[in-house]
């Protein structure tokens, strides 16, 4: 049997992915594992919201409150620290943050990214500006992909992926819809139950999933 893991979800914005981790452990998918903290990068969003309603602690830890991206991080190991932290979920979160967060938590940070890395990703590619740039190039497919988070953006070991067909007419805001329903609303839950029941395996930096 397998640890319960208490799991934290970082978020910047509206949360939606938050919202779809928070409907699939109501209905029991990742066992006696749960979401015991939700961090925003800022106040206000309506993550917090979610959180709320839901019944799950949060904070709000603003980048501006600290003298740099250090003590940004240092702060938010304390915080996932303090509550016992197993595994950190990046559902949206858009703050920088350091190897003093990746070093205290290996292979045990995983993001949701809104194609399919190693396209459209890195720095500058996050949220729409994601689905304008594969617009603009006219990719016939795009996606999302749930990876683990290393020191380079976006570079880290591929959990899972899943496409979608790009229509002729979609704007960049139809695009992202479509992938959040589609995939990430899937994919993101899907790849924490396999971490909360102890199936991912890292090694020369790829993810070997068990049986
Ligand atoms: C999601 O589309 C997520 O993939 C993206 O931000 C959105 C957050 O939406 N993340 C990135 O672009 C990270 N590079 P949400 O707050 O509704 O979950």
Request: negative net charge.
């Amino acid at each position: 049997m397998n640890k319960a893991k208490k799991i934290a979800v970082l978020v910047s914005g509206g949360g939606t992915n938050l919202q779809s981790l928070i409907d699939c452990q109501k209905n029991g998918m990742f066992g006696e594992s749960a979401i015991t903290l939700v961090i925003a990068s800022k106040p206000g969003v309506y993550a917090l919201e979610r959180a709320k309603n839901a019944g799950i602690a949060s904070a709000v830890l603003c980048r501006k409150d600290y003298a740099d991206i250090a003590a940004y991080s240092a702060a938010l190991v304390k915080a996932l620290k303090d509550a016992e932290i197993d595994l950190v979920v990046l559902a949206g979160f858009l703050t920088i943050i350091d190897e003093q967060v990746y070093e205290a938590y290996p292979n045990a940070i995983i993001n949701i990214h809104p194609a399919l890395i190693p396209s459209f990703c890195g720095k500058g590619y996050y949220g729409l500006h994601v689905h304008e740039a594969a617009l603009q190039k006219g990719v016939k497919v795009s996606g999302a992909t749930v990876h683990f988070v290393t020191p380079e953006c976006d570079a880290g070991p591929i959990i899972l992926q899943k496409a979608v067909e790009v229509k002729q007419d979609d704007t960049p805001e139809a695009l992202q819809q479509r992938i959040m329903e589609e995939v990430e609303w899937k994919i993101l839950p899907e790849a924490v139950k396999l971490f909360c029941e102890d199936k991912l395996t890292v090694k020369d930096n790829k993810v070997y999933i068990g049986e």
